[in-house]
């Protein structure tokens, strides 16, 4: 009970706040799409780009914490995709879209802060390392196969085209690769230059936490009611447990496994939904997703943290 007091409910307050403020009319639509630019666009690769410049790369990219997340990303996404096709008969487009909400959880707008609220700032390096390769993974695979499922197996020079930009017009992966370029050249970023970026992280995670409250206002979960279901359980249940069970088998540091499991137990975030109105398929799906998702998610993340050591 004291973590979901203490580490979850205070989160999800924020996100409330968002929520309600949109609803009743105090903070409007166009202030909401604002803010999540703000957020997404500027400060959140700030704070990317200075976890990145600052990490200890050969301690912090372990193989047994990538391989554990992104295994279980990878089995969430088959099960997502053949099950959307196989239990709900939904056209292949659709279950790529479908397999694409179970992959792609929301590793930073929820990850990072409930991450830092149960085990503190220095907790977070693993979860950085996640995040560095999180979009790249995702969208090089879901839009590697929705290109392929579209072109009947078909797709050649032009796929890798459209993949290479997705990845690179994305301002979450350009402030990753900033930080790995400033990271290996080994040039101390200027004083000044620290302190003006340290002041946008600090708005990053509270700003967006409020814009994601906004922006659920917009999504109903209307129909699909099965299959959305699905997603949360695959999202929230099984891609948390196959990582889980890796990091066991691996013998995962601890840190790293909660950040491991925590990242993986997050509700499907924006990009899914951002995903299947790239492509017109299974939209309904998605943002119903992202709204039951988010909200099962503070039960779910409370069984984890009681469950991680």
Same mark, same amino acid.
């Given at each position: 009970?004291?973590?979901?007091?203490?580490?979850?409910?205070?989160?999800?307050?924020?996100?409330?706040?968002?929520?309600? =403020?949109?609803?009743?009319?105090?903070?409007?639509?166009?202030?909401?799409?604002?803010?999540?630019?703000?957020?997404?666009?500027?400060?959140?690769?700030?704070?990317?780009?200075?976890?990145? =410049?600052?990490?200890?790369?050969?301690?912090?990219?372990?193989?047994?914490?990538?391989?554990?997340?992104?295994?279980?990303?990878?089995?969430?996404?088959?099960?997502?995709?053949?099950?959307?096709?196989? +239990?709900?008969?939904?056209?292949?487009?659709?279950?790529?879209?479908?397999?694409?909400?179970?992959?792609?959880?929301?590793?930073?707008?929820?990850? *990072?802060?409930?991450?830092?609220?149960?085990?503190?700032?220095?907790?977070?390096?693993?979860?950085?390392?996640?995040?560095?390769?999180?979009?790249?993974?995702?969208?090089?695979?879901?839009?590697?196969?929705?290109?392929?499922?579209?072109?009947?197996?078909?797709?050649?020079?032009?796929?890798?085209?459209?993949?290479?930009? =997705?990845?690179?017009? &994305? @301002?979450?992966? !350009?402030?990753?690769?900033?930080?790995?370029?400033?990271?290996?050249?080994?040039?101390?970023?200027?004083?000044?230059?620290?302190?003006?970026?340290?002041?946008?992280? %600090? @708005?990053?995670?509270?700003?967006?936490?409020?814009? !994601?409250?906004?922006? *659920?206002?917009?999504?109903?979960?209307?129909?699909? *009611?099965?299959?959305?279901?699905?997603?949360?359980?695959?999202?929230?249940?099984?891609?948390?447990?196959?990582?889980?069970?890796?990091?066991?088998?691996?013998?995962?540091?601890?840190?790293?496994?909660?950040?491991?499991? +925590?990242?993986?137990?997050?509700?499907?975030?924006?990009?899914?939904?951002?995903?299947? &109105?790239?492509?017109? %398929?299974? %939209?309904?799906?998605? @943002?119903?997703?992202?709204?039951?998702?988010?909200?099962?998610?503070?039960?779910?993340?409370?069984?984890?943290?009681?469950? +991680?050591?």
């Amino acid at each position: 009970m004291q973590a979901l007091l203490d580490v979850i409910l205070p989160v999800f307050l924020v996100i409330g706040f968002g929520y309600l =403020a949109v609803w009743r009319g105090w903070f409007s639509d166009a202030g909401v799409d604002g803010l999540m630019r703000f957020t997404q666009q500027f400060a959140i690769p700030c704070l990317l780009f200075t976890a990145i =410049a600052g990490l200890d790369l050969g301690q912090t990219f372990d193989w047994r914490l990538l391989t554990s997340f992104y295994a279980g990303a990878l089995a969430g996404f088959l099960l997502g995709l053949f099950g959307a096709r196989l +239990l709900f008969a939904r056209p292949w487009e659709d279950s790529v879209a479908i397999g694409f909400c179970c992959l792609f959880s929301n590793s930073v707008l929820l990850g *990072l802060p409930l991450t830092e609220r149960a085990y503190g700032a220095d907790a977070l390096t693993a979860n950085y390392a996640i995040i560095a390769l999180h979009s790249p993974f995702c969208y090089g695979l879901g839009i590697s196969v929705m290109e392929v499922t579209r072109a009947r197996g078909r797709a050649g020079a032009a796929l890798v085209g459209q993949v290479l930009k =997705a990845m690179f017009s &994305n @301002a979450l992966i !350009l402030g990753i690769l900033l930080g790995f370029a400033v990271n290996l050249s080994g040039v101390p970023l200027p004083g000044v230059l620290r302190d003006g970026l340290d002041l946008m992280v %600090r @708005a990053a995670l509270p700003a967006a936490l409020f814009g !994601l409250g906004g922006v *659920l206002v917009r999504y109903r979960p209307e129909g699909d *009611l099965r299959t959305v279901l699905y997603v949360c359980l695959v999202g929230l249940v099984v891609h948390p447990l196959v990582t889980r069970g890796l990091g066991l088998g691996f013998q995962l540091p601890v840190d790293a496994t909660r950040s491991a499991v +925590l990242t993986a137990a997050m509700a499907p975030g924006i990009n899914t939904y951002i995903f299947a &109105n790239m492509y017109g %398929r299974a %939209r309904r799906v998605a @943002a119903s997703s992202v709204l039951v998702g988010t909200a099962l998610s503070i039960l779910t993340v409370w069984v984890w943290l009681g469950y +991680l050591p």
